[in-house]
């Protein structure tokens, strides 16, 4: 089993930056693929960036493509996700996701362990 708990969230102005943290434990998390996620009020759960195992390749989503980036550190395992000019559609939990599978996927049913999230509210 792999525990995820996100950190780094938290209330910022339209423009303003945020890194999220997503440390693991109970397994690594170095052979793994990574990923975030972000719901917002009365949406569904919708992807925002994967990295893959070697962090060698990630993948955005076109909302936060140019604005965030994905990365990891193994020998913490801890995964990031630095997300810059911030607006108040970026308002929404972000949680962050495991892949053991590696399937470098966009899809929330391939990710296997999630964390509880954080909350990150973009005020106008």
């Known amino acids: 089993q792999v525990q995820l708990v996100e950190s780094g969230g938290g209330l910022v102005q339209t423009g303003g930056s945020l890194r999220l943290s997503c440390a693991a434990s109970?397994?690594?998390?170095?052979?793994?693929?990574m990923g975030w996620f972000r719901q917002a009020p009365g949406k569904g759960r919708e992807f925002v960036a994967a990295?893959?195992?070697?962090?060698?390749?990630?993948d955005y989503s076109d909302s936060v493509k140019g604005r965030g980036t994905i990365s990891r550190d193994n020998a913490k395992n801890t995964v990031y996700l630095q997300m810059n000019s911030l607006k108040p559609e970026d308002t929404a939990v972000y949680y962050c996701?495991?892949?053991?599978?590696?399937?470098?996927?966009?899809?929330?049913?391939?990710?296997?362990?999630w964390g509880q999230g954080t909350q990150v509210t973009v005020s106008s």
């Open positions: 109970g397994r690594g998390i170095s052979t793994y693929t």
């Open positions: 990295i893959n195992w070697r962090g060698g390749s990630t």
């Open positions: 996701a495991a892949d053991p599978l590696r399937r470098d996927s966009r899809r929330i049913n391939e990710y296997v362990f």
